[in-house]
């Protein structure tokens, strides 16, 4: 069974599709793993959860910052604004509660202990050892699938860092700010959450998160996400695999048997 990893999909059905007849998969004997951010911003963010949706036995996706702002618009309190108009059609959907749901219960972090990988959608604080790192996951999944979800959602709009000594709603927003938002971090482990540029255009004060001297996790791989300014990039054993597919870049898969052979897509959208 191949196991297929996906960077960022943003809405871009038609690349998606592209993409998997470049990989000729097959949904009766490979499994597709996203990093995360199905929709938002793209054309078809509906028709991305449809058809995802409709090939659940073979398909998981560790949540993004988009796919949470997508619940926090629908089992949340979030008003929707002008900016979230590429998700209308799901608001509107007739079978949004299939795929909200659906969408609710995916991971916040997936691993395949046969490859040694880990997948997040943005990253996992280098101070986190990798029993820390599934706890906090496991919190997490739990709230989003519990009564509290829509506090919880409603709540997350903050740059809250992670600290040890957090507790309540601060530490739930820092561990989903860490997991679906993250870039860079400060020589004190501190997460800037506005700074989204690539690591050669950002001064020495800001250190992406991966190379951190501290990183506890040193003996498994992991593919991440959400950052396309950064684009296919490996270091080390951490590879992102999002590429801008939304912004005219590309999307990119790997074979989990093969990682370092990148298969990519170009997007049909213009840069
Ligand atoms: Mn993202």
């Not at 795929?99 to 219960?105: A, M, Q, T």
């Not at 202990?113 to 996951?137: K, L, T």
């Not at 870039?183 to 959450?193: E, L, Q, S, T």
């Not at 590309?250 to 093969?258: G, H, R, S, Y």
Request: aromatic share 8%; charged share 25%.
């Amino acid at each position: 069974m191949r196991k297929i990893v996906i960077g960022d999909v943003q809405g871009c059905l038609d690349e998606l599709r592209g993409l998997l007849d470049l990989v000729d998969f097959q949904s009766s004997s490979d499994r597709l793993i996203f990093l995360g951010d199905l929709v938002n911003r793209g054309p078809k963010s509906l028709e991305v959860l449809e058809f995802l949706y409709s090939m659940d036995d073979c398909v998981l996706n560790t949540l993004g910052n988009h796919d949470l702002h997508l619940l926090a618009l629908t089992i949340g309190n979030r008003p929707y604004r002008e900016k979230d108009q590429s998700m209308k059609p799901i608001l509107d959907s007739k079978n949004k509660i299939n795929l909200i749901e659906w969408l609710r219960h995916q991971p916040i972090m997936h691993e395949e202990p046969a490859s040694a990988a880990i997948m997040v959608h943005a990253g996992i604080h280098p101070s986190w050892d990798i029993m820390q790192a599934r706890s906090m996951a496991r919190e997490i999944e739990s709230v989003l699938q519990s009564n509290n979800a829509p506090s919880i959602l409603t709540e997350m709009y903050s740059d809250q860092s992670w600290s040890p000594d957090l507790d309540g709603s601060a530490k739930i927003n820092s561990i989903i700010n860490c997991f679906t938002r993250m870039r860079f971090i400060d020589k004190n482990g501190v997460c800037n959450f506005t700074e989204k540029n690539a690591p050669k255009e950002v001064g020495d004060s800001l250190i992406p998160w991966f190379m951190s001297e501290e990183m506890k996790i040193k003996d498994k791989s992991i593919f991440f996400g959400h950052w396309s300014t950064l684009g296919d990039f490996c270091y080390k054993n951490i590879s992102c695999l999002d590429a801008g597919c939304v912004w005219g870049g590309e999307m990119i898969a790997i074979d989990l048997d093969d990682p370092q052979k990148k298969i990519k897509y170009k997007s049909f959208i213009s840069r």
